[in-house]
Protein backbone atom coordinates (compact mmCIF):
# COMPACT_ATOMS: atom_id res chain seq x y z
CA UNK A 1 0.00 0.00 0.00
CA UNK A 2 1.20 3.32 -0.47
CA UNK A 3 -0.15 7.14 0.49
CA UNK A 4 0.49 9.66 -1.24
CA UNK A 5 -0.16 13.22 0.07
CA UNK A 6 0.10 16.61 -1.24
CA UNK A 7 -1.31 20.20 -1.00
CA UNK A 8 1.10 21.87 1.45
CA UNK A 9 2.05 25.10 1.25
CA UNK A 10 2.71 28.78 3.20
CA UNK A 11 -0.53 30.88 4.11
CA UNK A 12 -1.31 33.49 6.49
CA UNK A 13 -3.34 33.41 9.43
CA UNK A 14 -6.88 32.84 9.06
CA UNK A 15 -6.62 31.19 5.54
CA UNK A 16 -7.24 27.99 4.17
CA UNK A 17 -5.39 24.82 2.87
CA UNK A 18 -6.50 21.22 1.63
CA UNK A 19 -4.42 18.21 1.63
CA UNK A 20 -5.06 15.35 -0.11
CA UNK A 21 -4.34 11.83 0.61
CA UNK A 22 -4.26 9.46 -2.31
CA UNK A 23 -3.79 5.70 -1.13
CA UNK A 24 -2.79 2.93 -4.33
CA UNK A 25 -1.78 -0.89 -4.59
CA UNK A 26 -4.52 -2.87 -2.77
CA UNK A 27 -8.18 -2.54 -3.17
CA UNK A 28 -9.44 -1.34 0.42
CA UNK A 29 -11.61 -2.98 2.51
CA UNK A 30 -14.64 -1.53 3.95
CA UNK A 31 -13.00 -0.84 7.38
CA UNK A 32 -9.85 0.41 6.41
CA UNK A 33 -9.39 3.78 8.90
CA UNK A 34 -7.44 6.26 7.71
CA UNK A 35 -6.15 9.45 9.85
CA UNK A 36 -3.97 12.71 9.46
CA UNK A 37 -1.20 13.20 11.72
CA UNK A 38 1.01 16.22 11.92
CA UNK A 39 4.56 16.90 13.43
CA UNK A 40 5.84 20.39 14.33
CA UNK A 41 10.00 20.81 14.98
CA UNK A 42 10.83 19.72 18.30
CA UNK A 43 7.52 17.70 19.20
CA UNK A 44 6.01 14.10 19.29
CA UNK A 45 4.09 13.18 16.17
CA UNK A 46 0.57 13.90 17.08
CA UNK A 47 -3.25 13.08 15.26
CA UNK A 48 -5.15 15.64 13.67
CA UNK A 49 -8.33 13.61 12.46
CA UNK A 50 -9.75 10.61 11.15
CA UNK A 51 -12.19 8.88 9.28
CA UNK A 52 -13.41 5.14 8.69
CA UNK A 53 -14.04 4.09 5.10
CA UNK A 54 -17.00 3.36 4.99
CA UNK A 55 -19.79 4.98 7.08
CA UNK A 56 -18.09 8.38 7.28
CA UNK A 57 -17.26 8.23 11.11
CA UNK A 58 -14.66 11.21 12.08
CA UNK A 59 -12.79 12.32 14.58
CA UNK A 60 -10.81 15.21 15.44
CA UNK A 61 -8.40 16.52 18.00
CA UNK A 62 -9.90 19.35 20.16
CA UNK A 63 -7.47 21.42 18.84
CA UNK A 64 -8.70 21.50 15.78
CA UNK A 65 -12.66 20.80 16.29
CA UNK A 66 -14.60 23.46 14.36
CA UNK A 67 -11.31 24.59 12.29
CA UNK A 68 -10.68 21.02 9.79
CA UNK A 69 -12.80 18.97 7.98
CA UNK A 70 -11.73 15.04 6.90
CA UNK A 71 -13.36 13.83 4.23
CA UNK A 72 -12.66 10.73 1.76
CA UNK A 73 -14.06 9.88 -1.88
CA UNK A 74 -13.99 6.08 -2.14
CA UNK A 75 -14.10 6.10 -5.60
CA UNK A 76 -10.72 8.06 -5.86
CA UNK A 77 -8.96 6.24 -3.03
CA UNK A 78 -8.75 9.57 -1.11
CA UNK A 79 -8.64 11.47 1.72
CA UNK A 80 -8.86 15.35 1.81
CA UNK A 81 -8.35 17.38 5.14
CA UNK A 82 -9.67 20.93 4.90
CA UNK A 83 -8.08 22.98 7.06
CA UNK A 84 -9.77 27.01 7.26
CA UNK A 85 -8.83 29.31 10.13
CA UNK A 86 -5.39 28.72 10.82
CA UNK A 87 -2.94 29.52 13.55
CA UNK A 88 0.61 29.70 13.79
CA UNK A 89 0.76 26.85 15.85
CA UNK A 90 -0.74 24.54 12.86
CA UNK A 91 2.35 24.46 11.33
CA UNK A 92 4.00 21.42 10.89
CA UNK A 93 4.47 18.51 8.67
CA UNK A 94 1.44 16.63 8.01
CA UNK A 95 1.31 12.81 7.75
CA UNK A 96 -1.54 10.40 6.05
CA UNK A 97 -1.83 6.97 7.69
CA UNK A 98 -3.96 4.00 7.10
CA UNK A 99 -5.40 1.11 9.25
CA UNK A 100 -7.35 -1.81 8.52
CA UNK A 101 -9.89 -1.53 11.27
CA UNK A 102 -13.36 0.07 12.31
CA UNK A 103 -12.43 1.78 14.97
CA UNK A 104 -10.79 5.29 15.01
CA UNK A 105 -7.49 5.66 16.90
CA UNK A 106 -5.02 8.17 17.60
CA UNK A 107 -1.92 6.46 18.74
CA UNK A 108 0.87 6.05 15.34
CA UNK A 109 2.23 2.86 16.41
CA UNK A 110 -1.80 1.72 15.64
CA UNK A 111 -1.56 2.79 11.76
CA UNK A 112 0.10 0.06 9.31
CA UNK A 113 0.74 2.87 6.10
CA UNK A 114 1.80 5.49 6.16
CA UNK A 115 2.44 8.49 3.74
CA UNK A 116 5.60 10.95 3.62
CA UNK A 117 4.39 14.18 4.97
CA UNK A 118 3.60 17.33 3.79
CA UNK A 119 4.60 20.98 4.90
CA UNK A 120 2.25 23.03 6.47
CA UNK A 121 3.25 26.60 7.41
CA UNK A 122 0.70 29.37 8.68
CA UNK A 123 2.56 32.76 8.88
CA UNK A 124 1.39 35.68 11.61
Known amino acids: VQLQASGGGTVQTGGSLRLSCTAS?????????MGWFRQAPGKEREFVAGIVWNGGSTDYADSVKGRFTISRDNAENTVYLQMNSLKPEDTAVYYCAARNSIAIVTSTSLYTYWGQGTQVTVSS
Open 25 to 33: GRTFSNYVM
